[in-house]
């Protein structure tokens, strides 16, 4: 089992910036695919951004690319999601997710039943 714990939310101004983390344990790291979705209030939950397990892949949903940038410690066991030039769209509850899916096909990961654990997820509020 997988416990995931995300941290770094917050309320800033539109065009800050912050870093969101995510701390997994309770699994074998080096071998889970991370992911970001966030879910803003009436909306359905969306795909944000992956790193596959290697850490070789990376993809990002077109509303935050350019923006966002997802990277992992293999050390510490945590993936960070570092989000440039918020906009008040993106306010959502974010959360991380963990999969232990090898899968070499970019779409697998842009559905969340794919993915096996969760977070409790953590709010971010962009103000315009």
């Known amino acids: 089992q997988v416990h995931l714990v995300e941290s770094g939310g917050g309320l800033v101004q539109a065009g800050a910036s912050l870093r969101l983390a995510c701390a997994a344990s309770?699994?074998?790291?080096?071998?889970?695919?991370l992911g970001w979705f966030r879910q803003a209030p009436g909306k359905d939950r969306e795909f944000v951004a992956v790193?596959?397990?290697?850490?070789?892949?990376?993809y990002y949903a077109d509303a935050v690319r350019g923006r966002y940038t997802i990277s992992r410690d293999y050390d510490k066991n945590t993936v960070d999601l570092q989000m440039l030039s918020l906009k008040p769209e993106d306010t959502a509850v974010y959360y991380c997710?963990?999969?232990?899916?090898?899968?070499?096909?970019?779409?697998?990961?842009?559905?969340?039943?794919?993915?096996?654990?969760w977070g409790q997820g953590t709010q971010v509020t962009v103000s315009s």
């Open positions: 997710a963990a999969t232990q899916s090898r899968s070499d096909n970019a779409h697998y990961y842009y559905s969340s039943p794919n993915y096996e654990f």
């Open positions: 309770g699994g074998t790291f080096r071998y889970l695919s």
């Open positions: 790193i596959t397990w290697s850490g070789s892949n990376t």
